[in-house]
């Protein structure tokens, strides 16, 4: 199982970005997707998160200009980033809660993966 990242990049203050992530691999279910950053000198915090059912949850401070979605199959997540502020500068990890399939007659458990992180800068 692999969490394949993608997006990133600079961009100025008020500017949008997006980042993709795919899990691909031998997989029973994804259940749960979502996005963690980690500034310099600064502990990985949580960012967005989606969960099988719809369910969302959000830092407090990216609510309102972060978005969190899933594809209908529920292997990719986006997180659309918009109004980014330079305090948003930080490495994106994407982080997903995803059973493998190991074959015939193997029992779910889910474990927890991460990607590659990927840089977002926002200048002033």
């Known amino acids: 199982v692999q969490l394949q990242a993608s997006g990133g990049g600079v961009v100025q203050a008020g500017g949008s970005l997006k980042l993709s992530c795919a899990a691909s691999?031998?997989?029973?279910?994804?259940?749960?997707m979502g996005w963690y950053r980690q500034a310099p000198g600064n502990q990985r915090e949580l960012v967005a998160r989606?969960?099988?059912?719809?369910?969302?949850n959000y830092a407090d401070s990216v609510k309102g200009r972060f978005t969190i979605s899933r594809d209908n199959y529920g292997h990719t997540a986006v997180l659309q980033m918009d109004s980014l502020k330079p305090e948003d500068t930080a490495v994106y990890y994407c982080?997903?809660?995803?059973?493998?399939?190991?074959?015939?007659?193997?029992?779910?458990?889910?474990?927890?993966?991460w990607g590659k992180g990927t840089q977002v800068t926002v200048s002033s």
């Open positions: 982080n997903a809660d995803i059973s493998p399939y190991y074959g015939p007659g193997s029992k779910r458990a889910s474990k927890e993966f």
């Open positions: 989606h969960t099988n059912g719809g369910n969302t």
């Open positions: 691999g031998s997989i029973f279910s994804v259940d749960a």
